[in-house]
């Protein structure tokens, strides 16, 4: 049976990889308003959990090259680790990351697929950038790679915490994996907060109540479409009670729109 499991995990992989190819445009639709603020403050060695595609590279501090080429600028980005479980995101994460500055190196302790080559440009002007499989659910099995490149000045998370089988521990990893001083940006899909929450800074005409109650009556089959997403996850709460924070600062919004966007709140 091992071998059939892991053939429908891979197909479930392929398929959400599929699906969040157009999804995520309109899901940075969402949130680059409320993203691109908080990426700019993204420096130094930089863990992202959970990249996907990252489209989000774009909203890290650029700047024009002497080539007239719009890049990551590398004197604010040291470095970056993107760890990823989904192995069918690697093409479009890599796309990404070139187009943005980076060079882009496999780690080949934890992705064996040959058919993904690293960057073939090797220049000084390209920000180191690796790709690792693998989650921080489990501090046991945190990939080698991310411990070596350990410890970071930012780790990032753009909703990651929703499908993370323990976000407890996934957070603890992250208090554990940064640097003194160093900051954690998220954000994160959550459940609707209730009316008048002082958190609240956008979508304050949206019914919360009613819509929380849709998010509890639809969660269980979208966990299953959206490959292991929680849209009831009070995650901002579980980052606030997570021990070793210097101090935690974040907000909710309510998103209208279209039909989904009334599922997907968010805190950051």
């Not at 392929?14 to 691109?36: G, I, L, M, T, V």
């Not at 996934?170 to 002082?198: M, Q, T």
């Not at 299953?224 to 021990?243: A, D, M, V």
């Amino acid at each position: 049976f091992g071998g059939i499991s892991s053939r429908i995990a891979a197909f479930a992989d392929w398929a959400f990889s599929f699906n969040w190819s157009s999804e995520s445009k309109r899901q940075d639709e969402r949130a680059n308003p409320y993203r691109s603020r908080l990426w700019l403050d993204v420096t130094g060695k930089v863990l992202e959990l959970g990249p996907g595609f990252s489209s989000s590279l774009k909203l890290l501090p650029h700047k024009t090259t002497s080539a007239g080429q719009y890049l990551t600028n590398s004197e604010v980005i040291q470095s970056y680790t993107a760890l990823e479980p989904n192995p069918f995101m690697y093409g479009g994460l890599q796309k990404n990351a070139e187009a943005n500055g980076f060079r882009v190196k496999f780690d080949r302790n934890t992705i064996a697929d040959d058919t993904v080559h690293d960057t073939a440009v090797t220049s000084d002007g390209l920000i180191p950038f690796d790709i690792v499989r693998g989650t921080l659910d489990d501090p046991g099995q945190i990939p080698q790679l991310v411990l070596d490149n350990a410890p970071y000045d930012t780790v990032i998370t753009s909703f990651s915490l929703c499908t993370a089988k323990d976000p407890e521990a996934s957070l603890k990893n992250i208090v554990r994996l940064l640097k003194p001083g160093g900051a954690y940006i998220f954000i994160e899909h959550i459940r609707h907060p209730p009316p008048n929450d002082p958190l609240l800074v956008d979508g304050h005409d949206i019914d919360g109540v009613f819509w929380s109650r849709m998010q509890s009556l639809f969660n269980p089959l979208w966990n299953i479409l959206g490959h292991g997403c929680h849209i009831i996850r009070e995650t901002g709460k579980t980052i606030e009670q997570t021990p070793g924070w210097e101090s935690v600062d974040y907000r909710y919004a309510r998103i209208g729109g279209d039909i989904l966007s009334y599922f997907v709140p968010m805190a950051f």
